[in-house]
């Protein structure tokens, strides 16, 4: 009976620890990706927002949301930095043959930073 108490008591610490250790570790992680996050990064907001960043600085990024529309963010709205897929165009034209090739147009290209950065400082 006397060691009842203290083995609840240990079931019920250990649990509670346990996911206040992975719930930091989550935290740095994100902590981790904001900090990092550099001109043309392609990043979805807390939101739900797409847009690419254009500018950052200690507090804040500026995000492209559309052609010419530039909105300012706090870093901590930054959810995570999207990856694009370019695997199912290449495995695309893999497995239908060099006609599917002919008969798209041209592929599109990514606007590189300094590209954004010249579009946006045309005015």
């Given at each position: 009976?006397?060691?009842?108490?203290?083995?609840?008591?240990?079931?019920?610490?250990?649990?509670?620890?346990?996911?206040?250790?992975?719930?930091?570790?989550?935290?740095?992680?994100?902590?981790?990706?904001?900090?990092?996050?550099?001109?043309?990064?392609?990043?979805t907001t807390t939101s739900g927002l797409y847009g690419t960043v254009i500018d950052a600085d200690d507090t804040s990024v500026?995000?492209?949301?559309?052609?010419?529309?530039?909105?300012?963010?706090?870093?901590?709205?930054?959810?995570?930095?999207?990856?694009?897929?370019?695997?199912?165009?290449?495995?695309?034209?893999?497995?239908?043959?060099?006609?599917?090739?002919?008969?798209?147009?041209?592929?599109?290209?990514?606007?590189?930073?300094?590209?954004?950065?010249?579009?946006?400082?045309?005015?």
């Open positions: 009976m006397d060691l009842l108490f203290p083995l609840i008591l240990v079931a019920l610490l250990v649990p509670m620890f346990l996911g206040m250790r992975r719930q930091k570790k989550e935290a740095d992680k994100v902590a981790q990706m904001q900090d990092s996050l550099k001109v043309g990064d392609r990043v500026d995000l492209e949301i559309a052609e010419d529309v530039v909105t300012t963010w706090l870093r901590a709205a930054i959810r995570d930095v999207r990856v694009d897929d370019t695997d199912d165009e290449t495995a695309g034209d893999s497995t239908e043959g060099a006609e599917s090739t002919d008969s798209v147009d041209a592929p599109t290209a990514e606007e590189t930073p300094e590209q954004t950065e010249i579009r946006l400082t045309k005015d």
